[in-house]
């Protein structure tokens, strides 16, 4: 829809108030326009031993990096989930997001990590976080399905680390195979789906059916083109064959969609934390 701003911006407020269903989906651009970003200042801030010793980037392709030792991957990767799980506290821009939907029979789908729903105030049961969650290791080769929370590992592992290294009794080992750890992300074929995730999962398809067919709006938050099979994909696919459906797209960079959806879709390649509180008005 060619509109100006203001126009998109009542027809998303309208389309929210008339609705049935809501389901949102929150991809990585969310949480960055929430204030998380993994590159610039906040990267330098943090990570001034780790650039200079390793000469990193940013917080992305730093965790693909090949560490030598285990002490030192595990200094690097406390850091990393300190501070974009543990360190931040419930974001305006998500807060905003659950008074926006609070009230109203919603869903949350996310491929973020970092636990900002439900810091925010969404309940525990309308989040479905597909990807992981910072806040837990898992075996690195999936040899069972157990996660095991590390928040206190991971104070502990920073409040020790020397030269961008970790004490040797510090690095995680699987308590069943005896082999190395991971933090719960989907990263290789071994992420551990647990009981938690399979609930979550369910949760997520009972919402789809149950608004199936009906009046539903589809708010898509921050989205691009790296897991575009979760969200991106889907949304498009549900709005094409639900005549009742409008998606309302945010993202200041990958707006463009389907064709065939042009006349359902609201887009907005505005800053996402300005049009949340626009709409929220």
Known sequence: MNKTYKARIEKAKKEIEDTEFILIGGGAGLSAAAGITYGGKRFTDNFSAFIKKYGLTDMYSSGFYPYKTQEERWAYWAKHIYVN???????????DLYQLVKDRTYFVITTNV??????????????????????????????????????SLVREMIKK?????????LVPICPVCGGNMDPNLRINQYFVQDEKWYKQNKLYNEFL???????????ELGVGFNTPGIIRYPFEQMTYHN???????????????MKENADKTVTFNEDI???VSEILR
């Open 85 to 95: 799980r543990f360190e931040p506290g419930p974001t305006i821009l998500y807060k």
């Open 114 to 151: 970092d636990s900002q729903f439900e810091k925010s105030g969404f309940p525990v049961d309308k989040i479905f976080e597909v990807q992981g969650n910072y806040g837990y290791l898992q075996c690195a080769q999936g040899c069972h399905d157990k996660l095991y929370y590390n928040e």
């Open 161 to 169: 680390t020397v030269d961008c290294q970790i004490p040797s009794e």
């Open 209 to 219: 059916k149950q608004s199936e067919g009906k009046r539903n709006v589809y708010i």
């Open 243 to 257: 005549e009742k459906a409008t998606l309302i797209r945010l993202n200041k960079e990958n707006s463009t969609g």
């Open 273 to 275: 934390k300005e049009v």
